[in-house]
């Protein structure tokens, strides 16, 4: 008698999550890169905290009325009874690192931060939605300026633009601060209750009124419109920072609407708000987000440090260069494919490779000893632009084949000069 075969079990990525492999995952990394040059290059140093934090971390600093917080985290309790968070968003992490590190007692404020990495939220997934998605980040934590509210959105721009994306649009408000948000929002309370609205909205309406202008629901929607407007209640301070921050974007060239309903998904957020959303993208538009978030120190336990950062998704601005017909600048993953005919052409070409590899050219080499056609499709296959091709008899010689793979054209090259010869066409080539 025979056992039948034990099927192996097939996995797959989990619902809402998708695996980054060869060749998209090239386009992804080069936008991680393009995102966080910018910030790189304005003083921000790199930040990286664990994928997972307190619950209460999250609950206070994002808030507990928010979506992110009730419906999206996924929480989990340790076997030493710790209740824990995967990371929804990277300020409230970043800022906790900064203040537990005690940056900003160094007397070098705003400590600038940037970061990138895994978010999770569970959310209902469709294009552009993910459990698992990628953020850059970027915070300046313990200053209250303008110029730095304007200097992060310029850096954001200029890491779209970079990328040669163009169909966005920056949105742009203010929800002002301690002194005249209180009176708006009892305004809008007073308007809000009188409205036609589900349970759920109304619970809303005393815990966070303003989140509910921010309600993208159409039955919602319909009833705001003469919901009243937090940039006709702000305080002179608020408006003064806040004409400043335009101003200093139209001097940047950054071009920007006003959109006095941009609240976000997030309860931290005062003064500066911002959203940059793709028309290209459907439902899921917004590509990044952020603003200036003056309260949350004091609401995690810390002093009280005006911070201002934004968060920008990799996932869907790769979706937007797409829609865009753009391509990112992506480096070639092999530039030179050896190819040994031969256990003697094995060791000298690997030697070659190694030594092209230290001297910073992109080389891969024809392992599993093939046939010279199967090791040739895969140097085509590679992307590379040369193969190097030698066998006993070229050896002999003291030469290595120089084949270009786009013309065709071969060379014989001396060995002891391969190296250089091929640093100097990559040179004249590239
Ligand atoms: P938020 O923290 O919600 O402001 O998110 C900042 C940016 O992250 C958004 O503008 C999106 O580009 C991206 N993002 C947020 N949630 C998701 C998600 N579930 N899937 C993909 N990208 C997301």
Redesign the pocket.
């Known amino acids: 008698m025979t056992t039948p075969p034990v099927s192996a079990p097939s996995f797959r990525a989990p619902k809402g999550t998708y695996d980054l492999l060869p060749p998209q995952s090239a386009e992804h990394l080069a936008v991680r890169e393009a995102l966080a040059a910018p910030v790189r290059r304005a003083g921000y140093g790199y930040a990286e905290t664990p994928g997972f934090e307190q619950v209460e971390l999250f609950a206070r600093g994002v808030g507990e009325s928010t979506d992110?917080v009730t419906k999206e985290m996924y929480t989990l309790t340790t076997k030493g009874g710790d209740r824990l968070a995967l990371r929804?968003?990277?300020t409230a992490s970043v800022l906790r690192a900064a203040l537990e590190a005690g940056l900003h007692k160094a007397g070098n404020l705003p400590v600038k931060l940037w970061y990138s990495g895994s978010?999770y939220?569970y959310?209902r997934p469709q294009k552009?939605?993910?459990?698992h998605?990628a953020?850059v980040g970027a915070e300046a934590i313990g200053a209250e300026d303008p110029a730095l509210d304007a200097e992060l959105i310029i850096l954001a721009v200029d890491g779209y633009r970079s990328l040669g994306l163009t169909g966005f649009r920056l949105l742009l408000n203010s929800l002002g601060d301690r002194e005249c948000r209180p009176a708006y929002r009892a305004v809008l309370q007073d308007f809000l209750r009188g409205l036609d609205l589900d349970d759920e909205t109304r619970k809303r309406i005393e815990i966070n009124p303003l989140r509910v202008l921010d309600d993208k629901r159409d039955q919602v929607r319909a009833r705001l419109g003469g919901a009243p407007l937090m940039r006709d209640h702000l305080c002179e301070a608020c408006r003064d920072y806040h004409d400043e921050v335009r101003e200093l974007l139209g001097a940047a060239g950054v071009p920007f609407e006003d959109d006095p309903r941009l609240v976000?998904?997030?309860d931290y957020y005062t003064r500066t708000t911002f959203?940059?959303v793709h028309d290209g993208l459907g439902a899921?538009s917004?590509?990044?987000?952020?603003g200036r978030y003056d309260g949350l120190s004091e609401m995690i336990g810390g002093p009280a440090l005006p911070s201002v950062g934004?968060?920008?998704?990799v996932?869907?601005?790769v979706l937007a260069l797409r829609a865009e017909g753009v391509a990112p600048k992506v480096p070639p993953a092999t530039e030179v494919y050896a190819v040994p005919l031969g256990g003697q052409a094995r060791r000298t070409l690997f030697s070659l490779v190694t030594e092209l590899r230290r001297a910073g050219v992109a080389a891969d080499f024809a392992y599993g000893g093939r046939g010279l056609k199967n090791a040739m499709k895969s140097a085509n296959r590679s992307g590379a632009r040369f193969a190097l091709v030698a066998g006993e008899r070229d050896l002999a010689e003291g030469v290595v084949q120089l084949k270009d793979l786009h013309s065709g054209e071969q060379t014989a090259v001396p060995l002891s000069a391969a190296g250089e010869e091929v640093r100097a066409r990559f040179g004249s080539s590239s």
Do not use: C, K, S, V
């Not at 917004?286 to 952020?290: L, Y």
């Not at 934004?310 to 998704?313: E, H, T, V």
């Open positions: 992110i929804p968003e990277g978010y939220r959310e552009g939605r993910y459990r998605f953020q976000r998904g997030l959203e940059f899921q917004a590509i990044g987000g952020g934004w968060a920008l998704g996932d869907r601005t």
